[in-house]
């Protein structure tokens, strides 16, 4: 599975942005998928998981719950990343992680196998 993550950018505090993963691959469905990100000097940390197509449950980490929706649509192998009400310390670089075994809740980037290339995403205060 190759992933390819866009849609970031520079927005005010307050604003709104859309990631977007879109992944190669007939068995896309099958994956666990997840968002990640990472700011200077600091550890990937978890962002939003969502499960496969089996069940579709999603699960955030409580820095982002109630202002991050992730969802995806395997007709067009794309996961989504809508965040909401940016804050100066939502800035990192944000990738997206494939697990065609895990779940939405495994929140250690070990676990997963493949990775975008990131995408940066800058909110200004």
């Known amino acids: 599975v190759q992933l390819q993550a866009s849609g970031g950018g520079l927005v005010q505090a307050g604003g709104s942005l859309r990631l977007s993963c879109a992944a190669s691959?007939?068995?896309?469905?099958?994956?666990?998928m997840a968002w990640f990100r990472q700011a200077p000097g600091t550890e990937r940390e978890f962002v939003a998981g969502i499960d496969n197509w089996r069940s579709g449950k999603s699960y955030y980490a409580d820095s982002v719950k109630g202002r991050f929706i992730i969802s995806r649509d395997n007709t067009k192998n794309t996961v989504y990343l809508q965040m909401n009400s940016l804050k100066p310390e939502d800035t990192a670089v944000y990738y997206c992680?494939?697990?065609?075994?895990?779940?939405?809740?495994?929140?250690?980037?070990?676990?997963?196998?493949?990775w975008g290339q990131g995408t940066q995403v800058t909110v200004s205060s």
């Open positions: 691959g007939r068995t896309f469905g099958s994956y666990a």
């Open positions: 992680g494939a697990d065609h075994y895990g779940t939405c809740f495994a929140v250690d980037h070990i676990e997963y196998e493949y």
